[in-house]
């Protein structure tokens, strides 16, 4: 018995390690599931139009944090097909007009970016749209090397899974272009009363024009650096070739 006795001791603390190590295994599978989660993400909403977005979501609760009971969160989505052709390229003229060239990425936007910001001043970005379209709607606000990096690896995946027009569609319904005002139809209601479709080429230049600081600039009053902007966008969207320009890639 005392043999027997031993080997049963020997196993009863055998037996904890064992579970310890398959515990671990199962933690191996966590980037696995990760990474399959955010790819079944992208793909669903290639053919879903979000009823949300993170940074929606984000600043909700910032208005509650600060005990805001006014605040409203205005959101309709409306189709590419149903914005006036003026606000797709006004967006692209303002914040990306490598947009159909690049794969998510605009090397050249980054190295002028690296050099301004070198030389001291204000800080200049280099996001695409695509980034702006992954940060949005799937991250949180911030900046840290994690989320960083989650930028980037949504920003592969919907160059890989969503067409260009997908993608710009997805901005100009996320996009905040006032507090609490997101996308395009909200906007032109907001600010001007009428349906996304009958935006004017001016004001989709100056909805473009605000989106350094949507809370900051109102587009439809204007200040000085607004109007300036929102000339100055025109004219590159002209330059561009206009509507055209989106069509033809």
Same mark, same amino acid.
């Given at each position: 018995? &005392? ?5 049963? !001791? ?7 390690? /064992?579970? =310890?190590?398959?515990? *671990? $295994? =199962? ?6 599931? #990760? ?23 984000? =600043?909700? &609760?910032?208005? #509650?944090?600060?005990?805001? *009971? ?7 989505? /409306?189709? #590419? ?5 003026? #606000? ?20 050249? +936007?980054?190295? !002028? ?7 001291? &001043?204000?800080? @200049? ?9 992954? $940060? ?16 980037? *690896? ?9 067409? $260009?027009? @997908? ?20 906007? +032109?209601?907001?600010?001007?009363? !009428?349906? +996304? ?7 989709? +230049? ?21 109007? /300036? ?21």
């Amino acid at each position: 018995m &005392g043999a027997a006795g031993e080997q049963h !001791k020997v196993e009863a603390v055998a037996a904890p390690p /064992r579970r =310890r190590r398959w515990h *671990w $295994k =199962r933690l191996l599978w966590l980037p696995v599931l #990760l990474v399959a989660f955010s790819c079944l993400q992208v793909l669903v909403l290639r053919f879903i139009d979000p009823p949300v977005s993170t940074v929606m979501l984000w =600043r909700y &609760g910032e208005a #509650l944090g600060e005990a805001d *009971w006014s605040y409203r969160l205005h959101y309709q989505w /409306r189709d #590419l097909d149903q914005m006036a052709p003026s #606000l797709p390229i006004s967006l692209v003229a303002a914040e990306d007009q490598r947009f159909p060239d690049h794969n998510g990425f605009d090397l050249q +936007a980054i190295e !002028k970016a690296r050099d301004h910001n070198a030389k001291g &001043g204000r800080l @200049r970005g280099a996001s695409t749209i695509s980034q702006q379209v992954a $940060k949005n709607l799937f991250l949180w606000q911030g900046r840290s090397w994690i989320r960083k990096g989650l930028e980037v *690896w949504y920003t592969v995946l919907i160059e890989a899974l969503w067409p $260009k027009e @997908r993608i710009l569609e997805m901005y100009a319904n996320i996009a905040e272009f006032g507090d609490g005002v997101y996308g395009a139809q909200a906007a +032109a209601q907001t600010f001007w009363g !009428k349906d +996304a479709a009958r935006l004017s080429p001016s004001e989709s +230049a100056r909805l473009a024009a605000v989106l350094p600081a949507p809370r900051r600039y109102n587009a439809a009053k204007p200040g000085p650096y607004v109007q /300036r902007r929102a000339a100055w966008i025109q004219r590159q969207a002209r330059q561009l070739g206009g509507a055209a320009y989106l069509s033809e890639e």
